[in-house]
């Protein structure tokens, strides 16, 4: 049985164009893999606070010897840890804000990746340990900074998600960018005829890799 890991981590609700897009991917992916198992995480419902000296403590020191402070240091951390490994396949609705990810996502990408536990070193190189998993990551933003553009040199979601998730081993990475929506607000594009091509890839996506 498949198993989705869906996170969100926009601030915007109802009104967000990554949630709307990625909540389509789970109802496509559902309706292709009937029998599979969803588990979501919202980022913007789950308290995660800032690294400190007191985690990474916890987490250099071996299960058998951590006191039971440390062991609720990091059990948030070893929540989302099991999340990310049960699962078999990622979708991550991602806003740009300031050219970047959310701050929200970032703390998320703290706690998870841990040495020992997504990735580890063989003979002095890394290695990530989440092999053999999928993810697609749907971006939204105001301005357009896909390839080609002029503003593609400050897009650095896709860079650094691509980078952090390949070294924790997840190569098999799918990138559906809604980029522009500013336009709604100007009222140059509604928002159903903005959405539409973008709710059109990820049913592409989905439907011939699973027939």
């Known amino acids: 049985m498949p198993t989705l890991l869906h996170i969100d981590s926009s601030p915007l609700g109802d009104a967000s164009i990554s949630r709307h897009l990625s909540h389509h991917f789970v109802e496509q992916w559902k309706e292709v893999n009937p029998d599979g198992h969803l588990v979501r995480r919202d980022l913007t419902e789950t308290t995660i606070v800032p690294v400190t000296a007191s985690w990474i403590g916890a987490v250099y020191t071996p299960d058998d010897a ?32 300031n050219f970047s990810i959310p ?16 990735f580890s070193y063989i003979d002095g190189k890394p290695e990530g340990l989440l092999k053999g998993k999928k993810a697609t990551f749907i971006t939204a933003s105001g301005g357009a900074y896909d390839a080609g553009t002029a503003f593609a040199s400050l897009n650095f979601v896709e860079p650094y998600l691509r980078s952090v998730f390949g070294f924790l081993g997840v190569i098999d990475t799918t990138f559906i960018n ?18 539409q091509p973008h709710l059109d890839s990820i049913r592409q996506q989905l439907q011939p890799a699973r027939v």
């Open 178 to 195: 809604a980029g522009g929506a500013s336009a709604i607000m100007y009222g140059q594009i509604d928002r159903p005829t903005f959405l």
């Open 66 to 97: 951590r006191t039971p402070e440390q062991n609720e240091i990091i059990s948030l951390s070893n929540t989302l840890l099991a999340e990310l490994r049960a699962a078999d396949e990622y979708v991550i609705g991602v806003p740009m804000h």
């Open 103 to 118: 701050s929200t996502l970032k703390l998320w990408i703290d706690q998870v990746a841990r040495r020992g536990e997504t």
